[in-house]
């Protein structure tokens, strides 16, 4: 609808059949895996493996290797990187000053993230053990 002003945390997570959703302009939020595992291909906010919502990495897909951060992106969503086993890299952009909680949970084999000096606020848990920042 066009009042709709949030999408709860997945909800329409597994939809696997779902191509296109048009969201409405009074949308504010949307919820961590909230199009987790959806085809969605042709929705311009989904660039390699990532997806993004008004200056937010909301999430991304569990097949990717690295993660490189597009310009302009402010915040790192919860759980944003959850699950992702394969993982290795992630590169932040300049303008990132937020991430979110639990954003690198069980990312068994990721060993490297770009972090810039912009980044003011680090969520619980979301540094993974052994991790190496740079």
Not at 44 to 65: F, M, S
Request: charged share 20%; glycine share 8%; proline share 7%.
């Amino acid at each position: 609808p066009s009042a709709l002003r949030s999408l709860g945390e997945e909800a329409f997570s597994g939809c696997c059949s779902l191509q296109f959703i048009n969201l409405p302009d009074s949308l504010e939020s949307i919820g961590p895996h909230a199009f987790r595992d959806c085809p969605l291909d042709r929705v311009p906010w989904k660039k390699a493996g990532l997806t993004y919502w008004r200056n937010r990495l909301l999430y991304a897909d569990p097949g990717v290797v690295q993660a490189n951060v597009q310009a302009g992106v402010t915040s790192i969503g919860d759980n944003a990187f959850e699950g992702c086993q394969a993982l290795v890299s992630v590169t932040l952009p300049d303008s990132v000053t937020e991430i979110g909680k639990e954003a690198f949970m069980c990312c068994e084999s990721l060993v490297s993230v770009t972090m810039p000096n912009s980044v003011l606020t680090i969520g619980e848990y979301s540094p993974a053990e052994g991790l190496r920042f740079t």
